[in-house]
């Protein structure tokens, strides 16, 4: 039975490299894990947009790192920002079409790239364990809940 210390300490390695792999792929498409995220929650929004604290508890960025990453969305028409209907002086961010068709392309090269890497392992099995631990640092963290989420629109995780 592996101990505790081992476990974390794998867990924040394959981190690494999932993160790594994902960079790879973002800097191959001139683009930033970051802002993958950020793409991700928006197109799985059935409105295509949330506000920029509600992405920013999503993605676990912080205000100044999401600030930067929306203002690099944004200069190349990825997404823009729209005043918020439900709010006079909020404002929010919705993915744009020419959005939408780069995040496409984007992820099904992480798609191409991840399944050659996992092609050796039972994914089934893995989904129960990835899950479990993704609510796990959820509940310890306070964020919303994202571990019965389906890489389908619409998405429909509470954001707050």
Request: charged fraction near 25%; glycine fraction near 8%.
């Amino acid at each position: 039975m592996t101990d505790p210390t081992t476990f974390a300490l794998l867990l924040g390695r394959l981190a690494r490299l999932n993160e790594t792999l994902i960079g790879e792929i973002c800097t191959e498409h001139g683009t930033t894990p970051a802002e993958v995220r950020v793409m991700s929650l928006l197109t799985h929004r059935p409105d295509r947009s949330a506000s920029p604290s509600d992405i920013a508890t999503f993605v676990v960025q912080t205000s100044g790192g999401l600030t930067a990453t929306l203002r690099r969305l944004e200069t190349d028409g990825l997404v823009e920002r729209v005043a918020d209907p439900d709010d006079g002086r909020g404002k929010l961010v919705v993915l744009t079409e020419e959005g939408e068709a780069f995040h496409a392309r984007l992820l099904a090269a992480i798609v191409a790239r991840v399944e050659r890497v996992l092609d050796s392992v039972d994914l089934d099995e893995a989904d129960v364990v990835v899950r479990a631990l993704v609510e796990a640092f959820e509940v310890d963290g306070g964020l919303p809940p994202s571990a019965g989420f389906v890489a389908g629109v619409p998405l429909t995780l509470p954001l707050r």
